[in-house]
Structure formats: C-alpha cells, structure tokens
C-alpha cells in the first residue's frame, strides 16, 4: 500500500487518532506492517485462537460472532472498518480471541507484531494513551455491567440480555438462542417469555425466526 493511502487508512482507525500527519509519517516509515487480505466468507480469527498482536480492519465489513462459555448460545453482529479486532487480547495472562470474525465482504487488514507494538507504545505518546483507553474502556464497560440494577419487568430484563451481550450498542444484531435457554437466563418460564417475544415482535422491535432473534436496530430496542 503507497504511503498516502495507508496514511489515511491509519488516521481513521482509534489506536492512531489524534495523531499529526508528521507523527503518522513517522510511524508509517519506522513500524513494519503486515498486510492481509480476507475474501467474503474467510474466518479472519476464530475464539480461543491467541491473539498476541494487534489486528486493524481497514476496508470492508465483517461478523462478530460470539458465544456464551457452553455455547448454548450466540450473537452475530455487523462490523464496518475501521476497526480493532479485541485489542484487550492482546496483553494478558489470557491472549486468546473470545469471538470468531469472519469477512462479509472482502476485506483489508493490518497486523502490527507484538515486538512493532512494543516500539509504538515506548515511542507514540497519543499512541500508547489510545491503547490504554482502548482497554480501560472495555474494562469499565464489564465491571459496569455487575452493578446494574435488575429491571422490574420480564420485557426490560430481556432487552436487558440483549443489550449486555452485544459488543456495540448500535445496528442489526442476530441472536441464536432457544426460548428455554432464553428463559433461564432472565429467571422467567418458557411461556412468559414466548408471549413478551411475541409482543416485540408484533411491535416491530424485534423479529422472531425459528432457531434465532433478529434485532433490526438494537438502538431502536434500547429506547422501546
């Protein structure tokens, strides 16, 4: 990729914002980087695969498919470049993907060695901050999650299970769970849940499928 293109690449992706062009050149002719190119359909990482190196979308969409510990279920969400693939996983005493990325379209994506990373963090101020905000962010966004308080009605604690176990609150989300699993997980009975999944459904919230639950817009669901 010529110096300017990846100049612009760069400058779109969060690890590198706020940087001056003379910072990015700087960057750009001291870092090496590993270019890689994923056709639609192509598993770009798959979970519980290390990780160990950070891993830039920089063109194209992809699927972010996570699954609870005994994958009795899932979700699937749309991700458009630019993007960071995980960069909490990338330091750790656990270095291992906790979802499967897959490319919807074809996609272009940097790879920056651990030891290149190393280099940018010691060398990049605004580089080694937007690391560590990357990770504190994700950090504060789990802890957040235990202090929440429980939602006084069976259709609030369901949307509430949506909204938790997406990465980004924002687009179309696919959910691959049973109504029984469903159930268990926001203390209700199978038939309880069938009827207020019934109910968004008929309001246009949500869209039930056999096997799955379509969430057109998960902003939509949050202001229901």
Request: hydrophobic share 40%; net charge neutral; charged share 25%.
């Amino acid at each position: 990729m010529e110096k300017f293109g990846l100049y612009n690449k760069l400058v779109a992706l969060p690890l590198f914002v706020g940087m001056s062009k003379v910072d990015l050149e700087a960057v750009i002719s001291k870092t090496k980087f590993d270019f890689r190119k994923a056709e639609a359909g192509d598993t770009i990482v798959k979970e519980g695969s290390r990780s160990g190196q950070p891993l830039l979308l920089i063109d194209g969409d992809v699927i972010v498919s996570t699954s609870s510990d005994d994958h009795g279920y899932s979700v699937e969400e749309i991700t458009k470049a630019p993007y960071a693939i995980q960069p909490e996983c990338t330091f750790g005493l656990t270095q291992l993907y906790t979802s499967t990325i897959t490319a919807l379209t074809p996609c272009n994506l940097i790879c920056i060695d651990k030891k290149e990373t190393h280099h940018l963090t010691d060398k990049s101020l605004i580089f080694r901050l937007n690391f560590l905000n990357s990770l504190s962010t994700a950090y504060q966004k789990k802890k957040h999650l235990i202090w929440k308080s429980v939602p006084e009605t069976l259709e609030q604690r369901i949307i509430r299970f949506f909204v938790d176990h997406c990465t980004h609150p924002a687009g179309h989300k696919v959910f691959h769970i049973k109504r029984t699993r469903l159930a268990a997980e926001v203390n209700a009975n199978r038939e309880q849940v069938s009827d207020v999944l019934h109910a968004m459904d008929v309001a246009g919230i949500i869209q039930l499928c056999r096997g799955r639950i379509e969430i057109p817009s998960i902003e939509q669901l949050i202001n229901h």
